[in-house]
């Protein structure tokens, strides 16, 4: 039997009840999902400013996520873990000071925690000369090689007495836009603090604070942690009897470059034209050669009464010091050979 063309048309046409249903189930579909959206990735308090959020070194990813909820930042750490793994970032998220806000939703949280933090933690020990310093604060802060030789030849050169010495070893969090002249000054900042309450005692034993410090950097690089009093010791007889301080480390500083700072000394090195060649000029170098730590600071201050005059350390860096050089060879012989 012939259908008319019409008729098969309205047999297929969805009927206008079911269209209404269509229709309802899509506003629910929608109400549904922005309420969970709200719910979950919603932002939690959308008048809140921007603030700083602090990732801790070594701080794990379930860490951050559940410091994130504490503090208010998200509404489910669920949710964030979700938004994370949506950037696709698989290193997870750097230390550092990051600008969040309460006001941001879930997905822009997880995008601006895989952005370069905008504060550094920047960590370095005492014993580091100023090249490795800005070697270090240029791979964090980002800085252009322009400006790493900057801080290196001007910034950290404001006299001669602060040329070395003063950047103090220890654990900043610098903003990454700051400029290095003002991170320099950061360190030497910190620096004055902590030492701050030595000067004093340099001025009663009637040496000066350079001289403090300059000693204190050899000692740093030249001690291990439980002889530096020793090594003090007989580094200032050495000053006191008009001989020449022989320390391996300003040879090293003589000769250190990039990829290797502190090579080292062979013996000719000894004859290498430097005022800071102690194998060759008396007296002390014409400034520190290392940031000293605290324990360095002490021990040049406070040397040990000894009668030796030479020294040193065996395979497994133990100290063994000497009266005469005689005894010196002896030693030589007996722990090194």
Request: proline share 7%.
């Amino acid at each position: 039997m012939h259908v008319p063309f019409l008729e098969t048309v309205r047999r297929h046409r969805p009927s206008r009840k079911l269209s209404v249903y269509i229709g309802i189930g899509a506003v629910v579909f929608l109400f549904a999902f922005f309420l969970v959206y709200a719910r979950y990735f919603g932002p939690v308090d959308r008048g809140a400013p921007m603030q700083e959020l602090i990732v801790m070194p070594d701080e794990t990813f379930e860490e951050i996520a559940s410091d994130l909820k504490t503090e208010g930042y998200i509404r489910s750490i669920t949710a964030f873990r979700i938004a994370y793994a949506r950037t696709g970032n698989l290193r997870g998220i750097a230390e550092g000071g990051y600008r969040i806000s309460p006001s941001m939703d879930a997905w822009t949280i997880a995008e601006a925690l895989t952005e370069p933090p905008y504060l550094a933690w920047v960590t370095f020990p005492p014993g580091w000369r100023k090249e490795q310093i800005a070697t270090l604060l240029a791979k964090k802060l980002r800085w252009t090689d322009e400006q790493k030789a900057q801080w290196i030849t001007v910034d950290t050169a404001p006299s001669l007495a602060q040329t070395e010495g003063v950047y103090y070893g220890d654990t900043y969090l610098i903003p990454s836009d700051q400029a290095p002249a003002q991170v320099a000054a950061r360190l030497r900042g910190r620096f004055e603090e902590v030492f701050a309450k030595y000067a004093p005692q340099a001025a009663e034993k009637n040496v000066s604070w350079t001289e403090v410090l300059i000693m204190a950097s050899l000692i740093e690089r030249e001690a291990a942690k439980d002889d530096k009093h020793l090594i003090s010791g007989i580094l200032w007889n050495r000053i006191n009897d008009g001989m020449r301080l022989q320390v391996d480390a300003t040879l090293q500083y003589i000769r250190g470059e990039e990829g290797n700072w502190w090579p080292v000394p062979t013996s000719e090195d000894k004859k290498l034209e430097s005022p800071f060649n102690t194998y060759k000029y008396s007296g002390l170098p014409p400034h520190p050669i290392a940031n000293p730590s605290l324990e360095s600071i002490e021990a040049a201050l406070n040397p040990q009464k000894t009668s030796c005059i030479y020294y040193l350390h065996d395979r497994k860096g133990e100290i063994h010091c000497s009266v005469t050089y005689t005894g010196h060879l002896a030693n030589v012989q007996r722990y090194l050979k």
